[in-house]
């Protein structure tokens, strides 16, 4: 079982970044994801999340409207597309997936999560 995040990078604020999430070794459309993100000395908190199917997906208030996660089935792979970046965002981004029927009505906890991937680390700066 593995999930691999990538995208992540250095960034002027105001910028963007794609952040992927690439699944193998289970049945990826089984599986509600959800990106969390953790600051130094911060606990780690949820970004977005999105069902099974993609129809229903949740954001924290504070990327709201500047972010969107997508999922492709298909491919396995998941998407996080940060926009109008601030250096509040600054963090590890994670990938995490979870054997669940979400609506996207609530923050995903990370206690729940099942699976996990590797972080990258977004950065950016003022």
């Known amino acids: 079982v593995q999930l691999q995040a990538s995208g992540g990078g250095l960034v002027q604020a105001g910028g963007s970044l794609r952040l992927s999430c690439a699944a193998s070794?289970?049945?990826?459309?089984?599986?509600?994801v959800a990106w969390f993100r953790q600051a130094p000395g911060k606990e780690r908190e949820f970004v977005a999340g999105?069902?099974?199917?993609?129809?229903?997906?949740h954001y924290r208030d504070s990327v709201k409207g500047r972010s969107t996660i997508r999922r492709d089935n298909a491919k396995n792979t998941a998407w996080l597309q940060l926009n109008s970046l601030k250096p509040e965002d600054t963090a590890v981004y994670y990938c995490a997936g979870k054997d669940t029927i979400y609506g996207g009505n609530f923050d995903l906890r990370s206690d729940d999560m099942e699976y996990w991937g590797k972080g990258t680390q977004v950065t950016v700066s003022s």
């Open positions: 999105i069902s099974r199917s993609g129809i229903n997906t």
């Open positions: 070794g289970f049945t990826f459309s089984n599986y509600a």
